[in-house]
């Protein structure tokens, strides 16, 4: 048994980086994982997918583009176990690198699972640590299945992103169960290795949580592409043999059957609650699932407790969880952290182009009947975009009327991952569109585009 | 590197201190906590200690000279190292002046200069002293407001130098207005009300903006009259019934503690305070500080002036336990042996100077307090009850109040509900 300032439960990009944080402050931190540090994200999430997502980006530039920009290719082919093989070294090294930073930071790592005990207490294995300050829940989520529809995982013919990550090869055919980030990821991804995809999202849209416009520009690219995508669709019946599966869609009255080899379940995700003696500690859970928390403190029922990332509730994204960390970090270290602003967490979609947003959708606007004004830029009038034939997309901004403050922000583009801190910093300092035009944007870039929105929300937009 | 040691501010209002006394020779080694000096404030004797270990390599200041706050007094650092002259590529181990910032007990740090990592206080507890990062505003030319802010104040008319901020370094953003106007931010609310929150328990005290009324009731009385706008309230209370409890109480209590008149009162006002918070507050020029716990300062005279050291949490005590504190803090404020955090954070004060056959007269408020109450003498005076002339021993009692924060209704209620606790003492312990 040892005795420790803070125990964290679970190693992922909430966990690991609470770790981090707590021993900068000077806290004797430990961090309880069961498998690989670095979680779902660097393991079997976020960072593999972006590798599998750039071996399908370069692909579709070789495929597509080539011939405009003076390459001549042939015999141009794709090989998902390869790109597969890369992905796999890719995220090693995150999760090495996570194993470094834990040295760095002497911060202990006890391998195996960590059941929570009354008292601050975490077992782990036969032994019994303790923690003098707090213990954290991280323990994080995991994919899910719909078996009241026939589709649980089976890890053959129905599959969940754990398993695509590690594909041989891309199926010939694939249906895909949810279009939110992951699943419209991965159906970029196949798309490209020549995998023919059908992507099924129950709410009316893909990418429901996104603009409304933001979806549209996608799915006409991936129709475009070739893929059938099927929003507002139901899966009435799932026949699910080992070589096949058979879907039964229901989409705007009628039934249609869909025939592939893999089905990809990407809606939504568990969390992980069981079996790890939270009831018996006093940790209570929400009606939902999620860790009930203090939302000024995240702690939970538990006094002493606290809980951070997906398994505290949404949204259910590292950067969101990171965040929670060292906000605990800092709070058990006996600062006085800033609170967190859960309404300017940037979300953003790595398929191609990229999708990127903060802040309040347009719909979202309408429903809280807010006093909005919108501007928009698409990138066929952006230099830079032109150049690098990447003019898909468009800067949308949506700004309160009176005041020029920046409500939402969305960016579909080449690189709208990269571009949206812009907004983000904009916000959490409330500066107002006005702002965001008077910082000179450099040119050519496609951030100019996001100043020109600003200015189109004004009524002065200069290229178009 | 050698660390320069200064004057540290021992007392809140020192400006400068008196060396009186080394207590380490150049050349002895010292560690973090060690006393080096003594040195007398304005207030009493105070000990400066080493912020950094090492060797004392210099004094800079003889015993008896007297400095300004912050200067440098003498040299820590390795044997062997120049400091003559002071180079200025050492680091002063400056005190840091963090009074104006209220955390629980309102009194004076003993100057934290360089805080180590500090323990962790328990989490839940946390919230509630301050919004995160707000210092207390200072006052100051330059107004912090997000862009937002300056266009949503401009917009409607609000002075921003009005404005508590609860964003970085107590800059105004948006939420500050929106709870100017008593609106709400759409921001998730249930995230952040408990961390900034103005009602809660556990809050030392309320930060009031000055409402638009107050505002000009403030600036314009203030011409009238001073700095502190000045109004007095009078009223007689018959004292027979606190004579009558007093000396039964004293009777019971034979040896162990006489209680005072000046404890009962003590103990009224306490009570009466805490039934009108308004007038247990502080005027901070750009708003009013409410203070949800009544910490009663009394006026004691020393030997060259007037002290007043603090009943800290009055309205929680019993009459025995002021009694108590009173007897303590009066006899070491004469002797000078009182801490700042003793004589420092009182929200309102009492003077007394009844026991000087003093009939009645009127006392200066102790800034930032709002409120003063002078104590006149118990004297016999004929007075009318039921229809009859009787004899009965009478006390007058002048409250001194800030008309920038309490007004004549107000300090007349606070004092109606004080006669009445004085001439119903049974009345104290219901």
Request: with cysteine; aromatic share 4%; net charge neutral.
């Amino acid at each position: 048994m040892a005795s420790f300032d803070v125990i964290v439960i679970g190693g992922g990009p909430a966990g690991y980086v609470c770790a981090i944080r707590a021993a900068q402050l000077g806290l004797s931190t430990a961090v309880v994982e069961k498998d690989k540090l670095g979680g779902v994200c660097v393991n079997i999430g976020c960072i593999p997918t972006k590798a599998l997502l750039h071996s399908a980006y370069a692909l579709n530039l070789i495929n597509h583009d080539a011939k405009a920009l003076g390459i001549e290719v042939s015999g141009v082919k794709g090989d998902y176990g390869v790109a597969m093989k890369r992905s796999r070294q890719v995220a090693d090294q995150n999760s090495k690198g996570a194993e470094f930073l834990m040295k760095k930071h002497k911060i202990t790592v006890l391998r195996g699972t960590g059941v929570l005990q009354p008292g601050k207490k975490v077992k782990v294995g036969n032994d019994v640590h303790d923690a003098t300050k707090a213990v954290v829940i991280a323990t994080g989520s995991r994919v899910k299945g719909i078996p009241q529809i026939g589709l649980e995982i089976n890890k053959t013919s129905v599959i969940s992103s754990d398993e695509a990550l590690f594909l041989e090869k891309a199926p010939s055919t694939l249906a895909i169960v949810g279009a939110g980030a992951v699943g419209s990821e991965f159906a970029d991804i196949f798309n490209a290795f020549g995998t023919k995809v059908t992507l099924i999202e129950a709410l009316p849209r893909i990418l429901p949580v996104e603009d409304a416009e933001c979806s549209e520009v996608i799915a006409k690219s991936y129709r475009k592409r070739g893929m059938t995508v099927l929003a507002g669709a139901k899966v009435q019946k799932a026949t699910v043999g080992t070589a096949e599966v058979t879907l039964e869609v229901e989409a705007g009255g009628k039934v249609e059957t869909v025939t592939v080899e893999k089905v990809l379940m990407a809606a939504g995700r568990a969390v992980n609650t069981e079996d790890m003696g939270f009831k018996e500690a006093g940790v209570q859970l929400t009606d939902r699932g999620f860790v009930k928390v203090n939302l000024a403190t995240l702690e939970t029922t538990a006094p002493g407790v606290y809980c951070i990332g997906d398994v505290a509730g949404p949204p259910m994204l590292a950067h969101k969880g990171s965040r929670e960390g060292v906000f605990v970090a800092e709070l058990v270290a006996g600062h006085t952290p800033h609170p967190i602003k859960y309404d300017n967490v940037p979300s953003v979609t790595y398929c191609h182009p990229e999708v990127a947003s903060i802040g309040l959708t347009e719909d979202q606007c309408k429903e809280k009947k807010l006093d909005y004004q919108v501007g928009r830029f698409p990138f066929s009038a952006n230099g830079r975009a032109r150049a690098s034939l990447e003019t898909d997309g468009f800067v949308k901004i949506i700004r309160d009327k009176k005041y020029g403050e920046i409500l939402g922000a969305h960016i579909v583009a080449s690189h709208a991952s990269e571009m949206i801190h812009e907004l983000g910093v904009a916000r959490e300092n409330e500066f107002t569109v006005e702002e965001v035009d008077l910082m000179i944007h450099a040119h050519p870039t496609l951030s100019e585009a996001i100043a020109e929105a600003c200015l189109d929300s004004m009524g002065r937009v200069m290229h178009i | 590197m050698a660390t320069k040691v200064v004057m540290e501010a021992l007392s809140p209002t020192m400006e400068e201190g008196r060396l009186v006394e080394w207590k380490k020779n150049e050349g002895e080694s010292v560690a973090v906590g060690d006393v080096l000096a003594e040195v007398e404030t304005d207030k009493a004797v105070m000990e400066l200690v080493a912020r950094s270990a090492g060797t004392l390599l210099k004094q800079l200041v003889a015993a008896g000279a007297t400095v300004p706050v912050s200067s440098a007094v003498g040299w820590i650092g390795q044997p062997g190292e120049n400091v003559d002259g002071g180079s200025p590529a050492t680091k002063t181990s400056t005190v840091n002046g963090e009074r104006s910032t209220g955390q629980t007990p309102p009194a004076a740090t003993a100057a934290p200069a360089t805080t180590p990592p500090a323990p962790a206080a328990p989490p839940p507890t946390r919230p509630a002293a301050q919004p995160p990062s707000s210092p207390a505003p200072q006052p100051s030319d330059r107004v912090k407001a997000s862009p937002l802010a300056k266009k949503i104040a401009g917009e409607r008319g609000v002075d921003l130098g009005a404005i508590a901020g609860s964003g970085p370094e107590g800059r105004i953003i948006k939420r500050d207005l929106d709870a100017v106007r008593g609106e709400t931010s759409d921001v998730r609310r249930t995230i952040e009300s408990p961390l900034t929150s103005h009602v809660s328990p556990l809050t030392p005290f309320v930060d009031t903006p000055l409402s638009q009324i107050r505002k000009t009731i403030a600036k314009r009385l203030a011409l009238s009259i001073g700095p502190i706008p000045t109004f007095y309230l009078t009223a007689e209370v018959d004292m027979e019934r606190v004579a009558e409890a007093r000396e039964a109480l004293n009777a019971a209590a034979g040896d162990q503690g006489k209680v005072s008149f000046n404890d009962i009162v003590l103990k009224a006002v306490a009570t009466a305070l805490q039934q009108h918070p308004a007038c247990n507050a502080w005027w901070q020029d750009d708003h009013i500080r409410y203070w949800q716990s009544v910490h009663l300062g009394m006026a004691v005279a020393v030997e060259d002036g007037l002290i007043t050291p603090v009943i800290r949490d009055a309205q929680t005590k019993s009459l025995r336990q002021i009694a108590a504190e009173t007897r303590d803090l009066a006899g070491r404020a004469r002797e000078r042996k009182l801490a700042p955090a003793e004589y420092t954070g009182s929200t309102f004060t009492v003077s007394n100077l009844g026991m000087f056959d003093i009939e009645h007269f009127t006392a200066i408020i102790n800034p930032p307090e709002a409120g003063i109450l002078a104590v006149g003498s118990i004297a016999q005076i004929p007075s009318a009850v039921n229809g009859e002339v009787q004899v009965r021993r009478r006390m007058r009692m002048t409250m001194s109040c800030d008309h920038r924060v309490i007004d004549g209704a107000t300090g007349a209620k606070f004092l109606k509900t004080l006669k009445m606790l004085l001439e119903n003492p049974l009345a104290l312990v219901w």
